[in-house]
């Protein structure tokens, strides 16, 4: 979870968030062990913004992955660490892809202090086809 966590927080490092100043990261392991990682990235309109969660998935996604384990997510603002939990629309995202009962999210402030819940708790009426 540590190492998960480590790469999160390299992640965000590559954040765009000129207007939030919040900047998150974020690594999405997959079933077969291979994690991609994602930052937030901002833009003045607001809704062309993506969140890191999403950045992760969609990279795995578009690489043919389709299968995940947990995923790790840092954020804050210079100078500080939070242990961000995912937006509604983030949530759906990882619904659309996810064993609910079993998918983890670790929201992490550093490697030795993170709370994991599972994607059910966090969105307990995802929707679906």
Same mark, same amino acid.
């Given at each position: 979870?540590?190492?998960? %966590?480590? !790469?999160?927080?390299?992640?965000?490092?590559?954040? +765009? =968030?000129? +207007?939030?100043?919040?900047?998150?990261? *974020?690594?999405?392991? #997959?079933? @077969?062990?291979?994690? +991609?990682?994602? #930052?937030?990235?901002? &833009?003045? $309109?607001?809704?062309?913004? &993506?969140?890191?969660?999403?950045? =992760?998935?969609?990279? =795995?996604? $578009?690489?043919? !992955?389709?299968?995940?384990?947990? %995923?790790?997510?840092?954020?804050?603002?210079?100078?500080?660490?939070?242990?961000?939990?995912?937006?509604?629309?983030?949530? !759906?995202?990882? *619904?659309?892809?996810?064993?609910? *009962? !079993?998918?983890?999210?670790?929201? *992490?402030?550093?490697? @030795? @202090? +993170?709370?994991?819940?599972? /994607?059910?708790? /966090? /969105?307990?009426? $995802?929707? $679906?086809?």
């Amino acid at each position: 979870m540590q190492e998960l %966590i480590r !790469q999160a927080m390299e992640a965000r490092k590559m954040a +765009y =968030a000129p +207007y939030s100043g919040f900047f998150v990261g *974020a690594a999405l392991e #997959c079933k @077969d062990g291979t994690v +991609y990682t994602g #930052c937030n990235i901002e &833009n003045a $309109s607001f809704s062309p913004t &993506n969140c890191a969660e999403r950045t =992760a998935f969609f990279k =795995a996604v $578009s690489e043919g !992955q389709r299968e995940f384990r947990r %995923i790790a997510i840092v954020g804050g603002k210079e100078g500080e660490m939070v242990a961000p939990s995912p937006c509604g629309v983030c949530l !759906q995202v990882m *619904a659309e892809f996810c064993e609910a *009962a !079993q998918f983890e999210i670790i929201m *992490a402030r550093s490697e @030795d @202090d +993170y709370t994991v819940r599972k /994607l059910a708790e /966090l /969105l307990p009426n $995802s929707f $679906s086809l």
